[in-house]
């Protein structure tokens, strides 16, 4: 199987790759500049893509910059960024306009320009998108406000990915939205209740159980779907 996954160096995305890796995939790790911990593993199925996800590309960029296969079985957008702390930016009081576009175009516009790139690859596969959203998109669990950026960017990402399982639905391609839950890592300040293996396993085996869940599904990392 052949896997792609951005926002790979360090995390969840790691934690991924090493998922996939395991299971014998040939996968394709993105990063954005430093490869981090990808380094370190010596697998023949390792194939690192430098790829900075918030900037635009030419059409095809993805297929010169390396021997991505007409056949891409699965794609995790995985890449994301929380912005500055809730206290020091992303309160009421705080929160600028500046953050509230940095936030939504890594988390959110940056899946459409992946997508779009990789759109063929998955159609020839009838592929399975991914999409790694969070809990805190959701209207129906916020009851402590704040996180203005982040949580409008996980926000709108549930409604790409809704449009975008409704629309390659008749191409074979599905699509499903994920939470994570809290995982300990940079993000969270390594505070959060699981760990990055127990999250990526749990997302592993919803991502295996697609065809279970409603189109353009957003489920959580122990096969919950989550109110939005």
């Known amino acids: 199987m052949n896997v792609l996954i951005t926002g790979a160096n360090r995390g969840i995305g790691l934690g991924f ?3 996939y890796l395991a299971q014998g995939c040939d996968v394709w790790a993105c990063h954005r500049s430093d490869p981090g911990e990808l380094n370190e593993i010596e ?3 390792l194939h ?3 790829w900075d996800v918030s900037q635009d590309q030419q059409p095809g960029f993805i297929v010169e910059a390396c021997a991505i296969p007409k056949h891409l079985d699965l794609l995790i957008n995985n890449a ?4 500055p702390k809730k206290e020091a930016g992303q309160s009421l009081e705080t ?5 509230m576009m940095e936030v939504f175009d890594v988390n959110c516009v940056s899946v459409l320009r992946v997508v779009q790139q ?6 020839e596969a009838r592929g399975v998108i991914a999409n790694v959203s969070s809990k805190m998109g959701s ?8 996180s203005y950026a982040y949580r409008a960017a996980k926000a709108a990402l549930v409604i790409v990915s809704k449009s975008m399982a409704m629309d390659l639905d008749e191409k074979g391609v599905r699509v499903i939205t994920l939470h994570p839950g809290w995982v300990r890592t940079d993000m969270t300040d390594h505070s959060g209740l699981i760990d990055v293996e127990q999250a990526v396993s749990g997302m592993a085996n919803v ?3 697609v065809d279970d869940y409603g189109t353009g599904a957003f489920v959580a990392f122990d096969g919950q779907v989550v109110p939005y």
Do not use: C, M, P
């Not at 990789?118 to 159609?123: A, M, N, Q, V, W």
């Open 43 to 45: 697998n023949t199925r």
């Open 118 to 123: 990789l759109r063929e690859s998955l159609i």
């Open 17 to 19: 790759a090493k998922q």
């Open 139 to 146: 209207s129906g669990d916020n009851t402590s406000g704040g």
């Open 48 to 50: 690192l893509l430098e």
């Open 95 to 99: 929160v600028s306009s500046q953050t």
């Open 207 to 209: 991502i295996a159980h």
């Open 80 to 83: 994301g960024i929380y912005g």
